[in-house]
Structure formats: structure tokens, C-alpha cells
């Protein structure tokens, strides 16, 4: 046989390459790099491989299908809030609110009762003496600054703070030393030891003496009434500040509300008057305001339109060292049922307060001690301006800077 003249190897490689296109490929199940378990170990390069006979198509792998992706819908954006500038203004003056003091100035029951007690002698009073008998004797004495009297040919005897009848007693008695069974006739000419203060807007300003029990009204009648001025016969104007008028007696003013009583009526505060009572009704024309307690000068201040805290006290003086800045008071209205408005001036001038507007008529008030009463602080500024004008216009009464009458007869006024 003769021998092919060409290479055997390539019929080999194609048979082969033939024989392998028929077999199925390998099957994986799993993970494809895991080895089935039970197959023989591998020992040579192709050992993984299992039987032709059991090997299956690998499954096409399945298209990837993609979700549709839902359109989110953009969240909008926050509106943005408006910044509105507002502007801070600094410190300027404002109208404060008022607190009402109610109590304790209210009229007690016993100021409406008339004096129990009959009148008593005392320096200034003069008195008719008559001795009855076969003698009659009469004359007119005068209780003297020692409180006694001199009668006839007799010593001084004492009378002061006797009554009319104690007084015929004790007369009679000394009379006795030398006469058997005196009779004597006493009685009041005139008055010259009890006085009322009637000054301010009267018509007829003086000092009045209080020969019995009096009113008020009675006292204001004596003097002619408050003061009041007419352009016509159909138009007046009263000339007397009602709000702010007073009654001192014994260094305290006492609430009487003169608009309830003079314009109102209201005979609840016609109040009865006792010696030394001073009444005082100040002008309604004055624009003022009333600066009091530690500055360096207290005293009224003239209204400006505008005024302020800050600005009335600079008027008087400023504050002194001692003044309790933070808590003064300003009252407003009548001084039977003032508004109080309480105010820090250190605060004020420091620019972190606003300042406070007064008004006409306001008293200005700074403390040396912080007062926690409303009631008690209110009280303490009425009576320091009654005070202070009760001293002041007293004293211009007895000095004669002002036309004031002082009437000594009784009835009688003397200008």
C-alpha cells in the first residue's frame, strides 16, 4: 500500500474539532465556578468537564428589563417670608397708664359731726364782765398771751382753755375774797385765739374766726365763694382749681373732694371745721408743675408743651445725692383720688426707658426710700405738696405779700 503524500495531523484536528461542535456544553448548576459535588477530583485540565451524556444547554440569559422610573416632582422651594425692617426708635417720651389710688383718702364719720365741746377761751378773746348787786361794775377784758385775764381790782386769773361758764366760776370765786355772794354776767365779744386759713381763689382771702361750729361751705360762704371771672352775664369762668384745693389740719391733708361738694353737691363732703384748719384753693389759670422731695430745689415749674420727667426735674435742680432714682412718682388728678404713676429715672437718663410726658397741674415726687404701698407712697406725695403750700402761702398771708384780710372783730373783715 502506498503511503498518502500528504499530512495525517490536520484530518485528526478536524475529526476532533467535528467530534466536539456535537457535544452539548458543559452543564452548571448553581454557581458556575462551583464544582458539582460527587464529581472525581480533578487531575488533568479538562477533568471538571462532566460526562457528554449529561450535559444540557445553557438557557440564554434573559434580557434585562428595566422598571420605569417614576418622575419625582421637584419640591418647591419654601416661599421666602418677607423681612420687614422695622425700625427702633430710641428713647422718646410716651403717655404712661395710671394706676388709681382708691384708698385710704376717704372722709371718716367723724369729720361730718359738728364739735361736742363748747368754746374755750384763750389768748386774744375778749369778753364783757358785769358784776350784778348794788354795785353793778362792767368792763371788757382781754385774755392776755398768759392766758389770763384782768378784772377790775383783781389779780390775773387764769382762763385758758376754760369755757364761758367755768370761767364766770372762777371769777366769781376770786370776787368772793371780797365781796359776800358775787354775781357775775360773762360773754364773748369777740375772737382772737381760733382762726381758719381761707386763701387761695376766693373772693374775700383772710383768716376768719371760728366762733362756733362751721362748715365748709359756711367757711367758703364767709369768704364770698370761690373766685371766677366774666366776660358776659352768660359766660364764667371759675377761676379756682378744684382738683388740687385742700384742707390741712394738723399737718395732714384731708380728702375732701371740693368738685363733688361745689359743683356736684354732695354734702358728704361738707366737712366740719376746727381752729387752725387751712383751706387753700390754688388758681386754675396756673400752668405748673410741681417738683418735690430730693432736688436741689423744689419748687413749680413752669409748663412747657411736651414736658417731660427728665426735663422738669433739670428745672429743679436736678436730683440730690440721697434721691432713689429708680422709683419716683408722679401724681395726677385730684388729690382726694390721685393717679399715681410710678417711673424709673435712672433707667430714663441711662436711654434704656422712655421718658414720660407730665402734664399741667402733675407733682413730681423723688423719694429717698423705695415705698412698696402704692397707697401709703400716694398719700406721702398729697400730703408733702400740702405741706409745702400751706407753709408758703401761710407765711406770705402773715407777711402781707399777698392781699390777705385778717379779721379780728367777729363778722367783721378787715382789708
Known amino acids: 500500500m502506498k503511503k498518502p503524500n ?6 485528526l484536528a478536524v475529526a476532533f474539532l467535528a467530534g466536539c461542535a456535537t457535544e452539548p456544553p458543559p452543564n452548571f448548576d448553581g454557581d458556575p465556578l462551583a464544582v458539582k459535588t460527587g464529581s472525581p477530583p ?12 449529561t450535559a444540557r444547554p445553557l438557557p440564554p440569559p434573559k434580557p434585562a428589563t428595566a422598571k420605569p422610573v417614576q418622575p419625582v416632582a421637584p419640591t418647591p422651594a419654601p416661599a421666602a417670608t418677607p423681612v420687614i425692617a422695622v425700625a427702633t426708635p430710641a428713647a422718646v417720651p410716651e403717655e404712661p397708664k395710671a394706676t388709681v389710688v382708691t384708698a385710704p383718702r376717704m372722709l371718716t364719720a367723724d369729720l361730718l359731726r359738728p364739735p361736742d365741746g363748747l368754746f374755750t377761751l384763750g389768748p386774744g378773746d375778749q369778753v364783757d364782765i358785769e358784776t350784778l348787786g348794788a354795785t353793778p361794775y362792767r368792763a371788757t377784758a382781754l385774755v392776755g398771751l398768759d392766758g389770763k385775764i384782768y378784772y377790775s381790782f383783781l389779780p390775773g386769773i387764769d382762763v385758758w382753755g376754760l369755757t364761758l361758764g367755768e370761767s364766770k366760776s372762777r371769777i366769781e370765786e376770786e370776787l368772793s375774797k371780797y365781796v359776800t355772794q358775787p354775781q357775775v354776767s360773762i ?3 369777740s375772737v382772737g385765739s381760733k382762726y381758719i386759713w381761707l386763701l387761695g381763689r376766693v373772693t374775700k382771702p383772710g383768716i376768719y374766726p371760728l366762733t362756733g361750729s362751721m362748715t365748709l361751705l359756711e367757711a367758703l ?11 358776659n352775664a352768660f359766660n364764667t369762668q371759675d377761676l379756682g382749681d378744684l382738683r388740687h384745693s385742700f384742707v390741712m389740719r394738723d399737718g395732714r391733708p384731708l380728702p375732701v373732694d371740693f368738685a363733688r361738694l361745689l359743683k356736684g353737691g354732695d354734702m358728704s363732703q361738707n366737712i366740719y371745721l376746727k381752729a387752725d384748719d387751712f383751706v387753700f384753693i390754688p388758681s386754675s389759670l396756673s400752668q405748673q408743675v410741681y417738683v ?4 436741689i430745689a423744689p419748687h413749680a415749674v413752669a409748663y412747657a408743651d411736651q414736658m417731660t420727667v427728665v426735663s422738669a426735674i433739670a428745672s429743679a435742680g436736678g436730683v440730690g445725692k440721697n434721691a432713689y432714682v429708680s422709683h419716683i412718682g408722679i401724681v395726677r388728678g385730684s388729690l382726694s383720688q390721685p393717679q399715681l404713676i410710678t417711673a424709673d429715672y435712672g433707667a430714663i437718663i441711662r436711654g434704656q ?8 397741674g402733675d407733682i413730681v415726687y423723688i423719694p429717698l426710700t423705695p415705698y412698696h ?11 408733702t405738696f ?22 379780728v372783730p367777729v363778722g367783721a373783715v378787715a382789708h
Request: charged share 10%; no cysteine; proline share 10%.
Open 386 to 407: 400740702a405741706r409745702a403750700w400751706s407753709a408758703n402761702i401761710g407765711i406770705r398771708a402773715v407777711q402781707g405779700s399777698t392781699a390777705v384780710g385778717v379779721s
Open 221 to 231: 360762704s364767709l369768704a364770698g365763694g370761690t373766685a371766677t371771672s366774666s366776660g
Open 373 to 383: 404701698v402704692i397707697s401709703d407712697y400716694a398719700d406721702l406725695i398729697v400730703t
Open 42 to 53: 480533578p487531575d488533568s485540565l479538562f477533568s471538571t468537564m462532566p460526562p457528554p451524556s
Open 353 to 360: 426707658a422712655p421718658d414720660v410726658l407730665v402734664e399741667p
Open 292 to 295: 418735690l422731695g430730693d432736688v
Open 6 to 11: 500528504f499530512p495525517l495531523w490536520p484530518v
Open 187 to 189: 360773754t364773748l365779744k
